[in-house]
């Protein structure tokens, strides 16, 4: 069953008042998801470094174990619930779960009592900052590129199983099996960040979509791809590594806004470039054609990436073991303001990895110098 070729009598052109409609509901709800992802994200982590008793991805698997089991449960009621298997798909079962499940949802949120992301600063005045960093730049250009294919296979892998003759059932095993897999990852990603460091995360994250499209574009079997998705799952340990480089790289008051840069990037300007781009491959050359396009441009991506960062952005933000240090001059700290292991430099701040403040840094320049180094003063 080819849907390309059936959309000769049965589709609605551009312009009528049914796509505009889809277009403005998915516009719509498409904003408000992500913006208010972001904020959550932001949320979290001031939460985490306030309580330091968990980390960003064990947080973050509730949300995969919830995808991937109600994408199983959706799809096997929009098999059941369709009364004729060779009519059209009853998709109606699936919003009214939708609107079930967000109600619920709404329901949890008044009993969460700390949303408090700290002062922040006018987003415009935020995000030029943020930009200001060249490190950032580069890493949200990966952050685009890793976007724009996650958005094309999305759409167009899914499509490409429903040519294949994938019923709605096989469509909903795909996506549990795929978020199940994020969350044991999503358990393990801040270790894995902390020896690999976030620029080699994310650098992987180009390999595994790769093998991903290679995987695709080779199945003649919509099963196939079941067992294809299981690299998947490595998104927890991309998404962690992008968000928490955004959290680690901006200020505390330009946490929401660092976060919402992050989600506006990947799902907002990459799923979009991605399928503006991947629609008229997949229209002239077919689904094998796009996903081995796809896995070049991943290898393109993946060096591309490495050779900017490592000339532009390395020296930026120590956040990678390789990164190297621009002064090695001696601290002179008093014994008992010494930062704790695992204190970092942070806006200019000194603080913990739970986000306490232990005090700020500052160089001081003596009248005398001693063996011709400056001494950096601690101060609480």
Same mark, same amino acid.
Not at 270 to 295: E, I, K
């Given at each position: 069953?080819?849907?390309?070729?059936?959309?000769?009598?049965?589709?609605?052109?551009?312009?009528?008042?049914?796509?505009?409609?889809?277009?403005?509901?998915? @516009?719509?709800?498409?904003?408000?998801?992500?913006?208010?992802?972001?904020?959550?994200?932001?949320?979290?982590?001031?939460?985490?470094?306030? %309580?330091?008793?968990?980390?960003?991805?064990?947080?973050?698997?509730?949300? /995969?174990?919830?995808?991937?089991?109600?994408?199983?449960?959706?799809?096997?009621?929009?098999?059941?619930?369709?009364?004729?298997?060779?009519? %059209?798909?009853?998709?109606?079962?699936?919003?009214? !779960?939708?609107?079930?499940?967000?109600?619920? /949802?709404?329901?949890?949120?008044?009993?969460?009592d700390d949303w408090s992301t700290g002062p922040s600063v006018a987003f415009l005045e935020g995000v030029s900052e943020l930009l200001s960093h060249l490190h950032l730049v580069i890493f949200l250009f990966a952050v685009?590129?890793?976007?724009?294919?996650?958005?094309?296979?999305?759409?167009?892998?899914?499509?490409?199983? %429903?040519?294949?003759?994938?019923?709605?059932?096989?469509?909903?095993? =795909? !996506?549990?099996?795929?978020?199940?897999?994020?969350?044991?990852?999503f358990l393990v990603s801040g270790w894995f960040i902390d020896k690999i460091g976030h620029v080699w995360a994310l650098q992987l994250s180009f390999v595994v979509f790769a093998l991903n499209f290679l995987g695709y574009?080779?199945?003649? =079997?919509?099963?196939?791809?079941?067992?294809?998705?299981?690299?998947?799952?490595?998104?927890?340990?991309?998404?962690?590594?992008?968000? /928490?480089?955004?959290?680690?790289?901006?200020?505390?008051?330009?946490?929401?806004?660092?976060?919402?840069?992050?989600?506006?990037?990947?799902?907002?300007?990459?799923?979009?470039?991605? =399928?503006?781009?991947?629609?008229?491959?997949?229209?002239?050359?077919?689904?094998?054609?796009?996903?081995?396009?796809?896995?070049?441009?991943?290898?393109?991506?993946?060096?591309? @990436?490495?050779?900017?960062?490592?000339?532009?952005?390395?020296?930026?933000?120590?956040?990678?073991?390789?990164?190297?240090?621009?002064? +090695?001059?001696?601290?002179?700290?008093?014994?008992?303001? !010494?930062?704790?292991?695992?204190?970092?430099?942070?806006?200019?701040?000194?603080?913990?990895?739970?986000?306490? +403040?232990?005090?700020?840094?500052?160089?001081?320049?003596?009248?005398?110098?001693?063996?011709?180094?400056?001494?950096?003063?601690?101060?609480?």
């Amino acid at each position: 069953m080819d849907l390309r070729g059936a959309d000769d009598t049965h589709a609605q052109p551009w312009f009528s008042l049914t796509f505009w409609l889809v277009f403005w509901v998915m @516009f719509t709800s498409h904003g408000a998801q992500w913006s208010s992802t972001s904020q959550v994200e932001a949320a979290t982590y001031q939460i985490i470094k306030k %309580k330091d008793d968990s980390t960003f991805g064990r947080q973050r698997l509730w949300g /995969s174990m919830g995808f991937g089991l109600f994408s199983l449960l959706s799809a096997v009621a929009m098999d059941t619930f369709t009364d004729d298997p060779g009519n %059209k798909t009853d998709y109606s079962v699936t919003f009214y !779960m939708f609107l079930a499940f967000m109600l619920v /949802s709404l329901g949890f949120l008044f009993f969460l009592d700390d949303w408090s992301t700290g002062p922040s600063v006018a987003f415009l005045e935020g995000v030029s900052e943020l930009l200001s960093h060249l490190h950032l730049v580069i890493f949200l250009f990966a952050v685009l590129l890793l976007g724009a294919y996650d958005g094309a296979g999305d759409t167009f892998m899914y499509w490409h199983l %429903k040519d294949l003759g994938a019923s709605q059932t096989v469509i909903g095993i =795909n !996506m549990f099996v795929r978020t199940v897999v994020e969350v044991p990852l999503f358990l393990v990603s801040g270790w894995f960040i902390d020896k690999i460091g976030h620029v080699w995360a994310l650098q992987l994250s180009f390999v595994v979509f790769a093998l991903n499209f290679l995987g695709y574009s080779l199945i003649g =079997n919509p099963w196939w791809a079941v067992l294809i998705d299981v690299i998947h799952g490595y998104q927890a340990i991309t998404w962690t590594a992008a968000t /928490s480089y955004a959290s680690v790289s901006a200020r505390d008051d330009l946490q929401a806004v660092a976060q919402g840069i992050v989600s506006a990037t990947f799902y907002g300007l990459g799923y979009g470039v991605g =399928n503006l781009v991947s629609g008229p491959v997949f229209h002239h050359y077919g689904a094998v054609g796009l996903f081995r396009s796809l896995t070049v441009c991943c290898l393109v991506g993946f060096v591309l @990436f490495y050779l900017l960062y490592r000339c532009y952005g390395k020296r930026g933000v120590c956040t990678d073991p390789d990164t190297e240090e621009e002064d +090695t001059a001696p601290m002179l700290v008093s014994a008992a303001v !010494m930062p704790k292991p695992g204190a970092f430099l942070h806006g200019g701040s000194v603080t913990t990895e739970a986000g306490e +403040t232990l005090g700020s840094l500052r160089i001081v320049r003596p009248q005398s110098k001693q063996d011709g180094n400056e001494i950096r003063q601690f101060s609480p």
